[in-house]
Each structure stands twice: as structure tokens, then as C-alpha cells.
């Protein structure tokens, strides 16, 4: 009984769209600020749509940084021997 309900609510991803769907096909128009609950349909279909491609970029980004600054961790230290937090510059 349980089993058959969560595998009727299944989650998965759309598809990845391609990159120059995702990055060049983007179509701006100033009408759309005008009505906000059109500019607001527009932002909540393209969220949907592209969701996949955000989640990537989001995850490539988080490892870019990461990469970037892997070392900061060995830059400032926690030194708790007298009971104390203290930060120290290594």
C-alpha cells in the first residue's frame, strides 16, 4: 500500500534543454514588464522549463567556487585549546 503511493509520486527531472535553447533562443520583450502577472507567468514557465539547466549551473558553479577556494579552510582555524573559540590566521 505505501510502496504503491510513493511510487505513483515519483519525482524526475525534465530534460536537459540544449545549450543554445538554454543560452541564445531568449526572446525580451519591454510589453512584458508592463503586466506583471504575465512577466510573472513568464518567469515561472521559463523556472519550469529550463529547471534542469538551472540545477546543473547552479551545481557547476558551487564546484567552481569550491575549486577556486579550496584552500580557504587551511587559512583560518579554530583553536580551542584554553576552552575559547579563537580564529587563527595559519
Same mark, same amino acid.
Given at each position: 500500500? &505505501? ?8 519525482? @524526475? =527531472?525534465?530534460?536537459?534543454? $540544449? #545549450?543554445?535553447?538554454? #543560452?541564445?533562443? @531568449?526572446?525580451?520583450? $519591454? ?8 512577466? %510573472?507567468?513568464?518567469? &515561472? ?9 538551472? &540545477? =546543473? ?6 564546484? =567552481? /567556487?569550491?575549486? /577556486? ?5 587551511? /587559512?583560518?582555524?579554530? %583553536? ?7 580564529? /587563527?590566521?595559519?
Amino acid at each position: 500500500m &505505501i510502496s504503491d503511493t510513493l511510487s505513483k509520486m515519483a519525482v @524526475a =527531472l525534465p530534460p536537459m534543454r $540544449s #545549450l543554445r535553447d538554454f #543560452l541564445t533562443d @531568449a526572446q525580451f520583450s $519591454s510589453s512584458t514588464f508592463n503586466n506583471m502577472d504575465r512577466m %510573472n507567468n513568464r518567469i &515561472i514557465k521559463n523556472l519550469i522549463y529550463y529547471q534542469s539547466n538551472y &540545477i =546543473l549551473t547552479v551545481i557547476v558553479i558551487f564546484l =567552481l /567556487v569550491g575549486y /577556486v577556494y579550496q584552500d580557504l579552510h587551511r /587559512v583560518w582555524v579554530c %583553536n580551542m585549546d584554553d576552552g575559547e573559540f579563537e580564529f /587563527v590566521y595559519h
